[in-house]
């Protein structure tokens, strides 16, 4: 929550606890960034540190997988992995709510049932999505980081980085969504022109080379362009 946007939250409740003397805080966090570390020492006294270190990085039941597309064929590669994979439950992380809006009207325009979870949707609809993704009803939830972390969704089979992300521990997070309770999953990734310089970090952290998936650009899939939404602020970017 700290680094996630949350702290005006956090520190609005601060102010509202016991004093100081009068109560025991406790941090709980699956990675600790130099951040995080910051502003949790910035609120605690005399701190205690007790860190788990796992064994590997990734689970060994997570299939690993990247793409080298274009910034123009992702979206085409994106839906033609979802039709390859149909019947399966997916989450596309996204790194920016722009891009966000963007892919979800095409996943929707071209007869996906996708929605759309980032830090502004309101708690009542987040609720809703959430409810939907994990009762089947939905089958592809795109979302930012936000959902990434402190969610335990179940038999999540494919992760998709349709942007790589930019942080390495967010990619753990990320793909740490599937594969949970003993359980096998997926992730694939886009390395796009964008976003491939955060590749060598991603693989030096988790230890290892990411296996190169390879496609056809002849034969990604034609797709219906969304109409204009005249209410929105990325207008013209369809």
């Known amino acids: 929550m700290f680094d996630l946007g949350f702290i005006k939250d956090i520190r609005y409740l601060l102010r509202r606890l016991p004093k100081p003397q009068e109560r025991l805080n406790m941090l709980f966090s699956a990675t600790l960034s130099h951040r995080v570390m910051e502003l949790a020492y910035e609120h605690m006294n005399e701190p205690e540190l007790i860190r788990i270190e796992p064994e590997k990085i990734t689970a060994d039941r997570i299939r690993q997988a990247i793409f080298f597309p274009s910034n123009e064929e992702k979206i085409p590669l994106l839906v033609g992995l979802i039709r390859e994979v149909k019947n399966s439950k997916i989450m596309v992380f996204i790194n920016t709510k722009k891009e966000i809006e963007i892919v979800e009207a095409y996943l929707q325009e071209n007869n996906i049932d996708a929605k759309a979870l980032s830090g502004d949707v309101p708690q009542n609809k987040r609720i809703k999505i959430l409810k939907q993704f994990e009762d089947d009803q939905l089958s592809v939830l795109i979302a930012t980081d936000v959902a990434s972390r402190g969610l335990h969704i179940p038999n999540v089979e494919y992760i998709i980085n349709y942007d790589l992300p930019q942080d390495v521990e967010d990619y753990v997070h990320r793909i740490g969504r599937t594969a949970r309770a003993?359980?096998?999953?997926?992730?694939?990734?886009?390395?796009?022109?964008?976003?491939?310089?955060?590749?060598?970090?991603?693989?030096?952290?988790?230890?290892?080379?990411?296996p190169v998936a390879k496609y056809e650009p002849t034969q990604l899939p034609k797709l219906k362009k969304p109409p204009y939404k005249k209410k929105s602020k990325y207008k013209g970017k369809y």
């Open 182 to 210: 003993g359980s096998n999953g997926n992730a694939i990734s886009f390395g796009c022109e964008t976003y491939a310089i955060s590749l060598p970090d991603i693989e030096k952290y988790i230890g290892n080379k990411i």
